[in-house]
């Protein structure tokens, strides 16, 4: 439940026992079948400004006045905020858990950080799309979006002055991985992506004035080759198979990789043709899947973090605003991967003051503790407010004591999480509680979690305990 989504639900607590792994994963397959809506959360501003437009000439930046500019800005921030609440809600809500999970996990395979609302709208909605659907299909359709054409600059990438950035991330971030290709391979590919481009709706532009139609020698195959032809001759590369299992095997199973598995893995994913379904089903329906050393030895990401606790205690927030300032503390707000390789994961999600505060967050949600930690610097997460020169300093020191010290008002809805333990005795509540949360053993005693829970009262008990259980290290654990 953890690794093929974000945890049990609180409504699935009672499930756990009736059914095997297989029947789970069956049903988690299931429930992710039906296509995804597309998502469309972008102010009505711009949505009639981009509509409106005769000719795309006209939204050129040097045409719009600072106000007009400044607007468009702000409120493409305010709509990227938006759509990340909008994915988080689905993550936490959604039946289809595994759609949702491989979507987050493409979300950092192809990462993306872009200030156009529809641009990562589109890049989303084919994420989700595919998510365990044909990798090369995504792969192609990715490449194509305006997100990811904008974002690695093959707008600029023409004949006679090809821009290499968007071939060489191809190669070694979302194929065949650094030190399968040569520095030849990349100038060739890159004449090949020219003339890729994206309108300002983001629908995709092939401009053949742009494109070199010359010869070109890839990965040791030469011929007159666009864009997707690249694409194919990647895709047709083992290595590609074998770099992707070993990403997702380590999302997956285990951050230490078993290169027998990942072989056996790989080979199977290239004689399938990439089907990322068949892949999945290889690694949740193996034996070696439940060995001790693959249970609670991943770091869940801030994201699996903050979406597991929701699912388990259903709760509401009284301002999405504290969602976003915990995502940017603990070091992962969705649409925003520190650069285009995305998001490191494993032990880089742990430091001295992550660690604290992801131990500190479910007695922060239910006590209405005050978020007092400064999350990083970084102008684009902080809705361009960093270096706004119009912005008065004393008003602006002000606003950003106010926004990191609001208490995080949540209101928890724990009927469901409580009356599951009613017939559970109470003695045997408390490991009732460690096995339904925890993955890894606790190195925490029983005694000192009793110590500090309150003992009041048999529901009070289950909801304190269940907090010290959720703030203990091997929480963090999945």
Known sequence: ???????????????????????????????????????NVADNYLDGLYKGLEDAGRMQKKELDKDERKMVQQKNRESIRNLNIYWLHEMVNSSAQLREKMAFFWHGHFACRNLNIFYQQGLLDVIRRNATGNFGTMLKEVSKTAAMLNFLNNQQNRKDHPNENFAREVMELFT??????????????????????ANLKGEFVFRRMQHDFGSKTVLGKTGNFDGGEVLDILLQQKQTAKFITQKLYKFLVNEQPDNEKIEWLADRFYKNEYDISKLLE???????????????????????????????????FEKDEAILLLQRALGQLLFYPPNVAGWPGGRTWIDSSTLML?????????????????????????????????????????????????????????????????????????????????????????????????????????????????????????
Request: aromatic content about 10%; some cysteine.
């Open 1 to 39: 439940m953890w690794r093929a989504g974000f945890g049990p639900a609180v409504e699935q607590l009672g499930d756990l026992s009736k059914y095997s792994p297989k029947q789970f994963y069956k049903a988690l397959v299931k429930a992710s079948d039906k296509k995804p809506d597309y998502v």
């Open 282 to 316: 290889d690694v949740f329906t193996s034996d070696w899947f439940f060995d001790q050393k693959n249970i609670g030895c991943i770091i869940k990401s801030p994201i699996e973090l903050m979406a597991g606790i929701q699912r388990m205690l259903p709760m509401t």
């Open 176 to 197: 065949l991985g650094r030190g399968n290709y040569t520095e030849d391979d990349v100038k060739e590919a890159a004449r090949a992506f020219t003339g890729w481009s």
């Open 358 to 478: 992801r131990m500190r967050i479910p007695q922060m949600l239910n006590d209405r503790d005050d978020f007092n930690v400064k999350p990083k610097d970084d102008d684009d997460q902080m809705m361009g407010r960093k270096n706004d020169p119009d912005e008065d300093p004393k008003a602006k020191a002000a606003n950003s004591v106010k926004r990191l010290n609001r208490p995080v008002i949540v209101n928890i809805d724990w009927s469901l999480y409580t009356k599951h333990y009613e017939s559970t005795p109470r003695e045997g509540l408390l490991a009732m509680i460690s096995s339904n949360l925890l993955q890894a053993k606790s190195q925490v005693k029983p005694e000192l979690i009793n110590q500090y829970a309150d003992n009041s009262g048999r529901e009070n008990f289950i909801k304190t305990a269940t907090l010290q259980v959720m703030s203990t290290p091997e929480y963090q654990l999945c």
